[in-house]
T-cell receptor, first 112, second 114 residues
């Protein structure tokens, strides 16, 4: 059974720092991996999607990488801002039309 | 505005009283899904639908039903709610097309079963 974990569970950094969030999954046979952010009391917002054939995706200050063989993905946030404060979740899909399994999330706080 | 609309936002009900949480999207997305979010357990998928009349179970389907009679609507039905179904529920939709398709989530429905 696919399990997804995220480290750290919580992270507090001063504004301007570059940071890395980690996501691990137990079954490397995935179709894709996604990163989302969730603001308190709100729904999720899609950030980046990496197909299984890709190594990374970039959007603005965000860069997500995928290493299927080791079952790991990282989300790199450059020059963090207070507006980046949120919970970041990763999620994997095993096949093109299959269940989506979420990690527990990393709660990020960027201090001005 | 492209959006997923869930109703109601908040609901308190009693054990055993059937209820429906509605979900509607205006983006002509084929794929829709329901999730519940619980402290310590995270976000878990309940059901998903690949298109009209095509649905499948997620990780935690017990106690729930869904239907997809129209492309835009994907209601979640609790035939006999129990207190362990108290949770925050999210509906989402996506095209599942293109290299970087994203999901659009609704604002959530906070359900309390007493």
């Amino acid at each position: 059974k696919q399990e997804v974990t995220q480290i750290p569970a919580a992270l507090s950094v001063p504004e301007g720092e570059n940071l890395v969030l980690n996501c691990s999954f137990t079954d490397s046979a995935i179709y894709n991996l996604q990163w989302f952010r969730q603001d308190p009391g709100k729904g999720l917002t899609s950030l980046l999607l990496i197909q299984s054939s890709q190594r990374e995706q970039t959007s603005g200050r965000l860069n997500a990488s995928l290493d299927k063989s080791s079952g790991r993905s990282t989300l790199y946030i450059a020059a963090s801002q207070p507006g980046d404060s949120a919970t970041y979740l990763c999620a994997v899909e095993k096949t093109s039309y299959d269940k989506v399994i979420f990690g527990p999330g990393t709660s990020l706080s960027v201090i001005p | 505005e492209a959006q997923v609309t869930q109703n109601p936002r908040y609901l308190i009900t009693v054990t055993g009283k059937k209820l429906t949480v509605t979900c509607s999207q205006n983006m002509n997305h084929e794929y829709m899904s329901w999730y519940r979010q619980d402290p310590g357990l995270g976000l878990r998928q309940i059901y998903y639908s690949m298109n009209v009349e095509v649905t499948d179970k997620g990780d935690v389907p017990e106690g729930y039903k869904v239907s997809r009679k129209e492309k835009r609507n994907f209601p979640l039905i609790l035939e006999s709610p129990s207190p362990n179904q108290t949770s925050l529920y999210f509906c989402a939709s996506t095209t599942r097309q293109g290299p970087n398709y994203g999901y659009t989530f609704g604002s959530g429905t906070r359900l309390t079963v007493v």
